[in-house]
């Protein structure tokens, strides 16, 4: 596996696999990789003959008093299961190289952008957007791979694709979760054994909403009761929201339809955590 | 020369010149094309293997009191030019094409975007850059050529360039003007015969301006006054700026040095006229 850090670099060797017709797939990543990165690479592997992995914690996409300072890092980790799992490539720029001045420039997905994980962080997803145009623009894949835990980002990325009809199509694989049910994140390393225990009712409060469903219920607001109820009845847990939505523009329904989705943030301790079930 | 209308089939043919190794040079334009337009064009087929002009009147950079309706059109004279400046493929998509839907996402660049024509055209640059961002994702060429009579435009996309990391190489080329020194602009077919006279005063403003930097003028208020009140004297122009700053981020400059740029607003009865002169 190579390891490249400049972007000239990497732009360079992105440019000749393409002259050569190989076709790219990418797999953006904050590192401390987990399972469901992993399953995204391997993915990537089987659909592509050349894997592009990014590790990079992108500094404008946490707020002032967000978590960047002690987001995890394993780099030395972070490189044997890259290997494992099939990567060509990992780019691991520097935030320097990604931003060598204050950044001026911005990708803004309106509407999608400002609901739910946008309303309580203001700016995020503007983050997310520009950092992962930057990153298309210097690795210029065929096919880009994210998972369906952080499903308002791919609805704001499958967007911004649209919307600046970048070349790359956007693959979402479905959430890896550990044996309990809690969705895998890197943020999960935050949680302490009891923390770590009531985490585990976000899934089980999920489950339930899924389960009304396969039992007929359509209704919207019995259905959110229903699972903002279980997660209230744990005293470990602060809910910032439960959100029953369309898949595609993110807006609230009334009726439960064939891929209506429920989304899901709480904090348990100073750990913010989020999840989703899409009704199928 | 090819016509092209649809974005996926200019798409797969850059993509299919890139593969061969061919170099793509790219002239956007919103048409009614002048020598300065033919300009850019002819350097962009001495510099490259394949030149692609785009077409493309684009609403997103026009305020709601602006010319969109009557933006003056000639698709037929358009293409004959074309084709005697060397151009191998006209790119010229319908609105619907380039905006499907109602766009929500946008490439704001910050700063140099905020400043002089962007104060005065709220917007303007925020459809500029994102319609170039589209343009270059579409065309995917390896250089595009601007005029430099929108100079703070050719700042606004450099700036772009550099923020999104775009593999796209921006060269900008001077000026071209009419006997009279009147800087080529589509927008010129508006004057009527007295205003088209009195639209000469602007470059005799900014000459004026040059001769007294060539004399040693390094006093920006005092050069300014002097170009100031060459335009005032002329009772058919109403100034909307002559400001005097640093070629890269647009900022006021109270001595000029090399490189200095001095830029002009005005309106000739109901046209807007913009042009500029760099200290060298």
Redesign the interface.
């Known amino acids: 596996m190579k390891i490249i850090t400049a972007?000239a670099e990497m732009?360079s060797l992105s440019?000749s696999h393409?002259?050569q017709?190989k076709k790219l797939g990418f797999v953006p990543t904050m590192g401390f990789l987990h399972e469901g990165h992993l399953s995204l690479m391997r993915c990537a592997r089987q659909e592509n003959d050349i894997v592009v992995a990014s590790i990079f914690v992108n500094p404008t996409q946490f707020g002032p008093k967000e978590d960047l300072d002690r987001y995890p890092r394993d780099a030395e980790g972070d490189q044997a299961k890259c290997v494992a799992s099939g990567v060509d490539v990992l780019f691991m720029p520097q935030v320097s190289e990604m931003y060598p001045e204050k950044?001026?420039?911005?990708?803004?997905?309106?509407?999608?952008s400002e609901v739910l994980e946008g309303a309580l962080r203001p700016g995020h997803f503007r983050g997310v957007s520009?950092v992962v145009?930057?990153l298309f623009?210097?690795i210029?894949p065929h096919r880009a791979y994210f998972g369906q835990k952080d499903f308002q980002q791919c609805v704001v990325i499958k967007?911004?694709v649209?919307?600046?009809?970048?070349?790359v199509e956007v693959v979402v694989l479905p959430t890896v979760r550990e044996q309990d049910g809690l969705a895998m994140s890197s943020r999960n390393s935050y949680l302490g054994k009891d923390e770590r225990r009531v985490a585990a009712t976000i899934w089980r409060a999920l489950s339930e909403g899924d389960r009304l469903f396969r039992t007929g219920q359509r209704d919207a607001a019995a259905l959110q009761g229903a699972v903002r109820s279980i997660l209230l009845q744990e005293p470990g847990i602060s809910v910032d929201y439960v959100e029953i939505v369309d898949p595609d523009g993110l807006r609230p329904q009334a009726v439960i339809e064939n891929r209506t989705l429920i989304l899901v943030a709480v904090r348990v301790g100073r750990t913010r955590l989020i999840d989703n079930l899409q009704f199928l």
Not at 103 to 111: D, L, N
């Open positions: 972007i732009r440019v393409r002259m017709g950044p001026v420039v911005f990708v803004a997905v309106e509407g999608v520009t145009a930057k623009n210097i210029q967007r911004m649209a919307g600046l009809n970048l070349d």
